[in-house]
Nanobody
Framework: QVQLVESGGGLVQPGGSLRLSCAASGSIFSTNRMGWYRQAPGKQRELVAEFTSAGSTNYADSVKGRFTISRDNARIAVYLQMISLKPEDTAVYYC??????????WGQGTQVTVSS
């Protein structure tokens, strides 16, 4: 059993910052890919940022220059530093991981609301 546990969401004013954290626990010792998706009301879930299987990073165009993804050396925790937040960043943010056996895991989601 593998669990992804997210934390760090909340309410922030436009222009503010938040840092999301995600840690994997259970029968997983490393990940092939790991990152963040988000889903706004009435919209499809979309990739925000991820570490690819090659170890490089991939960002959605809408967050480039504002969001930074990082991870731990064991590749079982991932973080998302978000700055210059905009109302359109409001969404539920989900942690996503793919194991070396190509099993896919999702966190329960953490709400990020950007509003004055």
């Amino acid at each position: 059993q593998v669990q992804l546990v997210e934390s760090g969401g909340g309410l922030v004013q436009p222009g503010g910052s938040l840092r999301l954290s995600c840690a994997a626990s259970g029968s997983i010792f490393s990940t092939n890919r790991m990152g963040w998706y988000r889903q706004a009301p009435g919209k499809q879930r979309e990739l925000v940022a991820e570490f690819t299987s090659a170890g490089s990073t991939n960002y959605a165009d809408s967050v480039k220059g504002r969001f930074t993804i990082s991870r731990d050396n064991a590749r079982i925790a991932v973080y998302l530093q978000m700055i210059s937040l905009k109302p359109e960043d409001t969404a539920v943010y989900y942690c996503h991981a793919v194991s070396y056996g190509y099993a896919t895991y999702w966190g329960q989601g953490t709400q990020v609301t950007v509003s004055s």
